[in-house]
């Protein structure tokens, strides 16, 4: 088991090491793409070469020419996060914060019957460090962790492994499916998702890491979950639908809650020194503020 242990360990280093590494990389590959850029739209206008590729030009004629659609389009650190996206199934573990309340514990069943290939986990007391090893090595593909005060949960945190990101979400407004009226059944068929008003770049980021989280459904599934954004603050609604003569009625499955996104950090959740790709500072002066839709 030690050597086990420590094997798993030194994996998860080196997945580390070539995901930094890799993102390393990212300000060259842009440059060289920029430079490509400049010299094709150069020769396909009839215009003279700018005076920064000049001297390099012969070589960037000969890169381009090998380029295909697949690697003309330098690639991000995003692109290694989701490589395995629509081919294998994400696998979910939903827990809580330490000692939940019974509404909190009632409120992550709930969650938990939102993803499908979920798994919820009663937390105890495991540290972050052991319980995201524990997700690693049973090759889960996200860790959902929902937090509360005083019993009404408020905050939810996604964390995508093996390498990152974590998404940290505030939670408002929470309504379980006992308080919604003509609720109706909970289905186990992969949904359809509405993701509306992401057009951002921070939008994208925000939505990739919202569907990452569901498998690809069925063409003839019946369920749908939608993620509005409406001034930055996101609604998920959660429902069932049938055709009907006229058109299509639509049944809540619930839950309901709202989430706004405060930080998006380039690491797990127990890694404390990774890097913020964005924090929400809303009382810092900027003539533009960066939203999601």
Known sequence: RIFAGRMALRRNVRLR?????????????????????????????????????????????????????YTAVP?????????????????????????????LRQFSKEVKLLFPNAQSINRGNTKL???????????????????????????????????????YFTLSGAVLRHDIKDIGTMSEQYPHLILHNFGTDLGRRVSMILKHLFPVPKPD??????????SDFISLRHHNYRREEGGIALTEVGPRFELRCYRIRLGTLEQNEAEDEWVLRPYMRSAKKRRLG
Do not use: M, W
């Open 17 to 69: 090491k070539e995901y930094l590494y890799r993102k390393s990389l990212e300000g060259k590959e842009r440059a060289a793409y920029e430079k490509k850029r400049q010299v094709r739209e150069a020769l396909a206008e009839g215009k003279p070469l700018p005076t920064e590729v000049r001297s390099e030009a012969r070589e960037l004629r000969e890169a381009a020419a090998l380029e295909d659609d």
């Open 75 to 103: 690639k991000t650190h995003i692109d290694d996060e989701y490589r395995d996206a629509g081919s294998i199934d994400p696998k979910i573990c939903v827990t809580t914060s330490r000692s939940p309340s019974a509404r």
């Open 129 to 167: 460090a052991e319980l995201i090893d524990a997700c690693r090595g049973a090759n889960f593909s996200d860790v959902v962790v929902l937090s509360e005060t005083r019993g009404e949960p408020d905050g939810l945190i996604v964390s995508h492994l093996p390498v990152g990101p974590t998404a």
């Open 221 to 230: 599934a019946k369920r749908v979950i939608t993620f509005a954004n409406n």
